[in-house]
């Protein structure tokens, strides 16, 4: 396997009226080429803002910070998405290389331009096709995610179709430039359950059919389990742990990972109650000190956890966890 | 934007079958066209029966009014003669028919004689409706062709003093009545060019016939109504394109494009600004209205004879019904002509209400 992103010491705030909230902060991780990440966290621990911030795509009221670097390697060499600038150079994080797939799918296409417009248009910009090519791709694309009479689909807007449907469009036009990096935002949220499993199955194939990486974006460890290879959890802007899905799922090192399991419905006793993580995520504006769980964390050990920011420490060789349970002090406690 | 042509290709696409789609849609277009236009027709009618039946609650009558008149000038006026005027003029019919000899003639453009003047109401009203009805557009017109680039740079632009300078604009121009201004201007240029403005034609030009130098005549007066119509009118569709325009900027979809490599002018002209287009398009009838109904005191300021003002006259002055009713006919007449247009124009550039009337 070879090394595809890099993302190191993102840091990333927002200008807003109630002042500068941070909603990512020093948050490192790598991924390799036919790789699938899981990044989970409650709702607002910055996933969506992270996964933005691949292809530069944050509001204009973003700020990153000046340590951070995200590295994509390429064929033709390394390209260093925090100094792409103009709208030419940003195509290749915007569509070519990286491709995202949107929380919500009805909302992510224009309702008045046609499904096939906006894919031809995307082939458009980041391919030599003709039109006539373009559109041709993109209704075998369409054919491919399993929709069916996709000729006519080509030419429908996104109101005409169901919401399996529209997601299955939108993958097949994230995937039709071919993209080494997909990113796949809550993809399955919007949908029921049995199409979340079709839509999840016809991922999984396309990603080991097209060899590319993917970061799935996720609240659900469940979903985590049946589609990644590692999985990075996020809390408050923050990763706390990371490794792989079997590892972390077996064993969670970090007490947030451990609240989020005991919060799954298991198989083995469906009737158990189901125990959320008490507390409420504090306000962006009012950040924890020192460790960002301290507030909610039952494992407490100490003063330090409200004052000094846990390092990640390695729990396992593929395993590492933030948090001072796992650090020389925390361990020799 | 897809224009009809564009709308059909997407059905060739759909049918397969060309030529047979593309007359399908046509037809179902045609149909969908004809349906709004018997709709409007039938608002027209049921304006005109409102406006007949106001007419007909106005204490008294054409002919007594006629005579009274009359009387006023010195003639002599007797019951009998009220009740012969009455016959003459088909007053003593009952309501409805009327109503429908009314309408019937209304919609071939004829109106009878006023009742006062005595005068065919055509004659009377000349070029008249529409030198109003076009001030009205051409205020309309211009509240657009400004508001449309402005109201999106506004949206877009992050500079706070474009942004604040243009609020203070549009606040002006909301709160300033269209009177006050009209005032002021004519204040203004009387003080300066001894001039002050009024009317639509210069004195010499008032009857001759329709050429080039008269035409001149006219652009040389008319730009001032347009410009206080379209003053406030501009402020308000600014705010709306504004508003319109953040509310598309800020969807979904326009970051999803972003995201896919679509940038700059063609990412603002395809997405947001292409989709703020329906709801602008609808509320230009609304607009439309709003300077129908400041034409008439603007007409009265700047004693335009020739436009609204003769409206004010006719009801409030002499309480001549013919008149009136034959002038609210035509501003209905055109509010509902621009609603119709608006109808069809939507459905052209609209796929969803494209697509429910297509099926
Ligand atoms: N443009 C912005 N301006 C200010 N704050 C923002 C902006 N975009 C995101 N945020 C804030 O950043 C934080 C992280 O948001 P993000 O959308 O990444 O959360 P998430 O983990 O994706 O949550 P969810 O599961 O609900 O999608 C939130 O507190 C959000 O309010
Ligand atoms: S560092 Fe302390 S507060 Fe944070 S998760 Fe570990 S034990 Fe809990
Ligand atoms: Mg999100």
């Not at chain 1, 399996?164 to 029921?192: C, F, H, N, V």
């Not at chain 1, 839509?199 to 993917?214: P, Q, T």
């Not at chain 2, 066209?33 to 007949?52: E, G, P």
Request: net charge negative.
């Amino acid at each position: 396997m070879s090394r595809l992103i890099d993302v190191e010491n993102l840091t990333l705030q927002f200008d807003t009226d109630e002042g500068r909230i941070t909603a990512v902060e020093d948050v490192s991780f790598s991924l390799e080429a036919g790789e699938v990440m899981g990044l989970v966290g409650e709702s607002g621990s910055g996933k969506s803002v992270t996964a933005k911030s691949l292809m530069k795509l944050n509001a204009g009221n973003a700020i990153y910070g000046p340590d951070s670097r995200i590295t994509l390697h390429l064929e033709d060499g390394p390209v260093d998405v925090m100094s792409l600038k103009t709208d030419t150079e940003m195509k290749v994080v915007r569509g070519g290389a990286i491709s995202l797939i949107f929380q919500e799918p009805m909302a992510s296409f224009a309702p008045a331009i046609s499904i096939g417009e906006q894919m031809v248009e995307q082939l458009m910009i980041h391919t030599d096709f003709s039109k006539a090519q373009a559109r041709e791709l993109s209704i075998e694309m369409l054919d491919r995610v399993g929709i069916s009479d996709a000729s006519t689909r080509f030419g429908q807007y996104a109101f005409e179709l169901s919401g399996g449907m529209r997601q299955r469009a939108m993958i097949a036009m994230a995937l039709s430039t071919k993209p080494k990096l997909l990113i796949a935002d809550e993809p399955t949220t919007a949908l029921d359950v049995t199409i979340q499993a079709q839509v999840i199955d016809l991922m999984k194939d396309l990603v080991s059919e097209f060899g590319m990486g993917i970061i799935f974006i996720t609240h659900d460890l469940g979903v985590i389990a049946q589609t990644a290879d590692k999985v990075a959890v996020m809390y408050l802007g923050r990763l706390v742990e990371q490794g792989t899905v079997r590892d972390v799922i077996r064993r969670p090192a970090h007490p947030y990972t451990r609240g989020l399991l005991a919060a799954l419905p298991t198989l083995e006793d469906i009737d158990a109650p189901l125990t959320p993580i008490p507390g409420d995520i504090p306000s962006p504006l009012e950040r924890p000190s020192g460790c960002v769980y301290h507030t909610r964390c039952q494992e407490v050990i100490g003063a330090r956890c409200a004052n000094e920011i846990p390092k990640f420490s390695q729990v396992d060789t593929d395993h590492a966890a933030a948090c001072h349970l796992h650090d020389e002090q925390g361990e020799t406690a | 934007m897809p224009g009809l042509p564009a709308m059909m290709t997407n059905f060739e696409a759909r049918k397969g079958h060309s030529f047979h789609g593309a007359h399908e849609g046509m037809v179902q277009f045609l149909r969908f066209a004809a349906i709004r236009a018997v709709l409007a027709f039938f608002t027209l009618c049921l304006v005109s029966f409102i406006v007949f039946s106001l007419m007909e609650l106005v204490p008294g009558d054409c002919a007594e009014r006629y005579l009274a008149f009359k009387n006023s000038q010195g003639a002599q006026i007797s019951i009998a003669d009220i009740e012969a005027e009455r016959v003459r003029l088909g007053l003593d019919r009952p309501f409805f028919e009327r109503w429908v000899k009314w309408i019937f003639n209304a919609f071939q453009g004829e109106f009878g004689d006023s009742c006062i003047l005595r005068l065919n109401i055509n004659q009377l009203l000349g070029q008249k409706v529409w030198l109003s009805i076009g001030i009205c557009l051409g205020s309309l017109l211009l509240a657009y062709a400004i508001a449309i680039p402005v109201g999106i740079i506004a949206a877009t632009s992050r500079n706070p003093f474009l942004n604040n300078g243009l609020r203070i604009i549009s606040y002006l121009g909301l709160a300033l009545p269209n009177f006050l201004l009209a005032l002021m201007i004519m204040l203004f240029s009387t003080m300066v060019f001894g001039n002050s403005l009024t009317g639509l034609f210069s004195p010499e030009f008032r009857d001759a016939a329709w050429d080039w130098p008269r035409i001149k005549d006219f652009l040389s007066h008319v730009w001032l109504p347009v410009f206080i119509l379209g003053w406030s009118a501009t402020a308000f569709a600014i705010q709306t394109v504004r508003a319109l325009m953040s509310d598309e900027i800020g969807k979904l979809y326009v970051t999803a494009a972003a995201a896919r490599g679509v940038s700059g002018r063609r990412l603002l002209m395809r997405y947001p600004a292409r989709h703020a287009l329906s709801p602008i398009i609808n509320s230009l009838g609304f607009d439309l209205n709003r300077i129908f109904n400041e034409l008439p005191i603007v007409a009265l300021i700047l004693t335009l004879t020739e436009a609204g003002s003769l409206l004010i006259e006719a009801l409030a002055r002499s309480n001549d019904q013919q008149l009136a009713g034959a002038i609210i006919f035509f501003l209905t007449g055109s509010i509902v002509a621009i609603n119709f247009i608006t109808d069809i124009t939507l459905a052209i550039v609209d796929p969803r209400i494209r697509r429910s009337i297509l099926g």
